[in-house]
């Protein structure tokens, strides 16, 4: 099973490759986290992605192409990977879909996972986290027993620049106008899998794996 993993942010796609990851033992290739082993083992991609880093520069996509074809190349790969974070637009998905038909390792799904704005507004803007120890609450979802405290130490809790509502905005804004094109992308090739991103963690992952096909 070689899958992309595609859903705006909230939606909950991290949390499913984690249970797809634990229950069938795909390994997650997320981009972000090979620019940051490649900067920080100093590999000659790394030198080239770092370059672009420290002028502030987004770092090309052959650059990351080139991490994730040299990440495929290992072993733990052989049986299906889950791609996380990569490709954003259509013009990289040409580019992957180009690199993996070298490889020979061509993507057998696009997982969308969908859950409607409100909805995502709600998980991204209702987060607060606790200053002393890090837990983290949902004034929707998941609010602690009293406002602006922590169940677990008593402790302060606030809410990050990164989850107020403008920011959010942006952030969904930003991956409508990019990045939701790739379901069309991967619909036109026969590909696409969509699952509603709302219910129970398990209840999702259910959903998940009927729709890849996975027993």
Not at 144 to 167: H, I, M, N, W, Y
Not at 183 to 201: A, D, E, H, M
């Amino acid at each position: 099973m070689r899958i992309v993993l595609l859903g705006a942010p909230g939606a909950g796609k991290g949390t499913q490759a984690k249970k797809l990851i634990e229950k069938y033992g795909l390994p997650q290739i997320s981009t972000g986290d090979l620019l940051r082993a490649a900067v920080a083992a100093g590999t000659p991609l790394g030198k080239e992605a770092k370059s672009y880093m420290d002028k502030g520069e987004l770092v090309p996509d052959s650059v990351v192409l080139g991490m994730v074809e040299e990440r495929l190349g290992q072993d733990d790969c052989k049986k299906g990977y889950i791609l996380d974070g990569f490709p954003r637009n259509t013009l990289q998905a040409e580019a992957l879909d180009k690199m993996l038909a070298s490889l020979n390792m061509p993507l057998t799904a696009a997982l969308s996972v969908d859950v409607p704005f409100e909805d995502l507004m709600k998980r991204l803007t209702g987060r607060r986290t606790c200053k002393a120890c890090g837990q983290m609450y949902n004034i929707y979802f998941k609010a602690p027993a009293k406002e602006g405290v922590c169940d677990k130490c008593s402790g302060e809790l606030f809410q990050r620049d990164d989850d107020k509502e403008a920011t959010i905005k942006k952030r969904l804004e930003v991956y409508t106008a990019q990045t939701e094109p790739l379901i069309g992308y991967y619909r036109n090739k026969g590909i696409l899998k969509t699952v509603s991103g709302t219910g129970s963690i398990d209840e999702i992952f259910k959903k998940v794996t009927e729709a890849l096909g996975l027993k």
